[in-house]
């Protein structure tokens, strides 16, 4: 079993490139030569231990002969080295993304051939004598971390050898622990092994490695590829995670599982320890997870071409590009991440469909000729569900009949990209629909603001003629009377009545412009050393009539030295004014008012200040907790209150002179009890209250 000899199979229909072969490689290994398809098609049911493939040989393509060796089990390690022409631009790029795991050029050196098949069958050996030495996890049948050590050391050496990048993902299951709390040991390993044949199946290709390497965490190894590749595989799989939908409803950032992931690769290089790249990947994984989870991290940004810098902000948003071949699919994936596009992929028009329920994207590039669910079908069910009707889709096929493209806007499209494409015209028209989209988005809001906006004029409206038709009609009954009143006395006292209904329209006008005047250019008027005590005693005089008519109780605690403040002394006494009406009016007979004011201290950078601390309290009816953080705007008081009386502007005249002052005001309310505003405003420096100024000071807004 020691002695037998590699067996390498031969597919090109070249006679004289099979005799150069069998004479490079000698006595070292078996050859088995097929020139034609069926010949191929025995010889790799025979588990050849290496593949050279001649790119010219037509019965059989590259990626058909790597995906057949990677759907059996006994041949899923065997890799393919592609002989290609020296002279065809782009060949090895084109059979390294069908799965090649090496390319030699023709015509053959029989030095580098011999090097490179004999590295992958050591390479086939080694990982078979993993299999052998069941290196392989219980849980997830992926080998375990030892094997995944050894499979480093081993790459690590010949991309060094081969002066190739080497490329690493560590993924790890997000919030893992809490879910086998919640769910138990057997649904935990059950997670495990479906993201292990996700991840697996993810990286595809022949040469990449993955292994269980932690609790919950995974690696992926991926040969020859740069951090560009190894980023837009990290986000092939974490799509493929979230796609999965595993239920864990003690997840932090989703209802699914998701797995955050560090990307990171290397030209390995003599000096640099092997364990710098899974140090740099650590790195990134604590990073991903410490941003939020459900991510991946890969090298910091580099600077973006200008042939696909996007023009604005526009470009910005959620690709999903759906094409079941994956060479397509890459190539787009590729310049769309160059954009600042967050992409995904879909194979099928069923993965699209799912794709497009777990996260909603922005805009969709959709191929036509798919075997499950064709593109035309995949775009008529996004249009029929109103969740996704306004999706932006733009086919991308090969299609290029008129009547195919009449279909493809007839079931909804937006745009039509014919293939083989340009980049740039990709780019152009993906910007096109999104800034279409963003537009969309922002006439839909500017719509709804403009219904608010009506709603809001036809009730201040309506209000408006509420409370102006009341001293309205009190003039207009004074006015009567006076003409049909003889006695001079009682015309007198009809007169007052109505000048107190016009000093009331007055007041209401005054306040609406107030509030218009502050919204519109900000509160400004003069502020100057202020002793407050004279507005507080005015304020509450005024009250105490009120109060007493209504049968309510007005209670004071004034502190008797308090400090001095840069102030307004009209403005605060309209704001204490308008505070102990509001509480008046809210508070039933009986009741009870309570204004208080004294000088306390409050935080101040690493210190305190002194401050002025005024309370209105009432016993009154409360303020529902829904309309607590609405009572300072104008309007809202009339608008969600039944009860109210007034259109509401007085509270808010009221912020807006606590605001002119630089202070704070807040309100506490609890239904059924009562409600307390709290006003709090800086006291003035000590020399500017023992000196008092007539100088005035302009407002802080």
């Known amino acids: 079993m020691i002695d037998k000899k590699p067996v390498v199979l031969v597919m090109s229909k ?33 588990a050849p231990d290496l593949v050279l493939f001649d790119t010219e040989f037509a019965d059989l393509d590259c990626r058909g002969v790597c995906r057949r060796l990677a759907s059996a089990d006994a041949t899923e390690t065997v890799s393919v080295i592609a002989l290609i022409d020296r002279n065809e631009p782009g060949a090895e790029a084109r059979a390294l993304s069908e799965g090649a795991a090496d390319c030699v050029v023709k015509p053959i050196d029989p030095r580098v051939l011999t090097a490179r098949v004999l590295t992958h069958l050591a390479l086939k050996s080694h990982r078979d004598r993993i299999i052998q030495a069941q290196l392989v996890d219980a849980v997830t049948a992926l080998p375990n971390r030892d094997a995944a050590e050894q499979m480093f050391d081993a790459e690590w050496r010949r991309n060094a050898r081969d002066k190739r990048s080497l490329a690493a993902l560590l993924i790890e299951i997000d919030d893992f622990d809490p879910l086998t709390r919640e769910y138990g040991g057997v649904e935990a390993e059950d997670c495990l092994r479906r993201v292990a044949r996700c991840i697996r199946r993810t990286c595809h290709r022949a040469g990449d490695f993955v292994a269980r390497y932690g609790d919950a965490q995974f690696i992926a190894l991926l040969p020859r590829a740069d951090d ?53 990947a650590g790195k990134r994984l604590a990073a991903a997870t410490a941003a939020g989870k459900n991510r991946w991290v890969g090298a910091p940004p580099r600077p973006v071409p200008a042939s696909t810098t996007p023009r604005s902000a526009a470009m910005r948003g959620n690709v999903l590009v759906v094409d079941d071949t994956p060479t397509n699919a890459d190539v787009l ?93 990709v780019l152009a028209r993906i910007e096109y629909q999104l800034e279409i989209t963003r537009l969309h ?132 006494d309209r704001a204490l004014t308008n505070l102990l009406s509001n509480a008046i009016k809210f508070t039933p007979k009986g009741g009870r008012i309570t204004l208080s004011a004294r000088a306390v201290a409050a935080p ?61 005001i807040t309100v506490a309310s609890e239904l059924g009890r009562g409600t307390q505003f709290t006003i709090e405003i800086a006291a003035a420096p000590r020399n500017a209250a023992a000196q008092p100024s007539t100088r005035e000071q302009p407002a802080r807004a």
């Open 228 to 280: 560009a590749g190894a980023e837009l595989v990290a986000e092939r799989v974490r799509r493929a995670i979230v796609d999965l939908g595993f239920p864990n409803s003690r997840s932090t950032v989703s209802p699914s599982a998701t797995v955050s992931i560090g990307a990171a690769s290397i030209i390995p290089t003599r000096g640099l320890p092997a364990r710098t790249l899974l140090e740099l």
């Open 441 to 572: 988005a922002e006439m839909r809001a500017a719509n709804a603001r403009l219904v608010e906006l009506d709603n809001l004029k036809a009730t201040i409206t309506a209000m408006l003629v509420h409370d102006l038709r009341s001293p309205l009609t009190v003039v207009q009954m004074v006015l009567d009377s006076i003409q049909a009143e003889s006695n001079a006395e009682t015309a007198a006292a009809l007169a007052t009545t109505a000048s107190a209904s016009v000093t009331k329209i007055i007041g209401l006008v005054t306040d609406m412009l107030d509030i218009y005047r502050a919204d519109a250019t900000g509160t400004s008027f003069a502020l100057r050393p202020l002793d407050i005590l004279p507005t507080l005693m005015r304020a509450l005089e005024f009250a105490r009539v009120a109060s007493q008519h209504s049968q309510i109780q007005l209670e004071s605690s004034i502190e008797s030295a308090l400090p001095w403040i840069m102030g307004n002394d009209e403005k605060l």
């Open 14 to 46: 070249s006679e004289s490139q099979l005799r150069a072969i069998a004479q490079a490689l000698g006595g070292r290994c078996d050859t088995v030569f097929a020139g034609t398809g069926g010949d191929a098609l025995v010889s790799l049911r025979e």
């Open 604 to 664: 101040a950078g690493n210190g305190y200040e002194p401050r002025l601390r005024i309370e209105v309290v009432d016993t009154g009816c409360g303020i529902p907790p829904t309309e607590l953080s609405h009572v300072f705007d104008p309007y809202r008081q009339a608008a969600s209150n039944a009860q109210s009386k007034g259109v509401g502007l007085g509270l808010a005249i009221v912020k807006r002179i606590v605001d002119g002052h630089a202070g704070n």
């Open 333 to 425: 994936s590729g310049l769309l991440s160059n954009t600042g596009c967050t992409v995904r992929v879909a194979l099928s028009g069923a993965a699209a469909l799912s794709a497009v329920r777990s996260e909603r994207p922005d805009i969709i590039l959709l191929d036509i000729s798919m075997p499950d669910i064709d593109g035309y079908e995949v775009c008529r069910r996004l249009k029929a569900d109103p969740a996704t009707a306004e999706l932006p889709v733009i086919f991308i096929s090969t299609l290029d009949e008129p009547m195919d493209k009449v279909l493809a806007f007839d079931v909804g499209g937006a745009d039509y990209i014919q293939k083989p494409f340009q980049p740039r015209e």
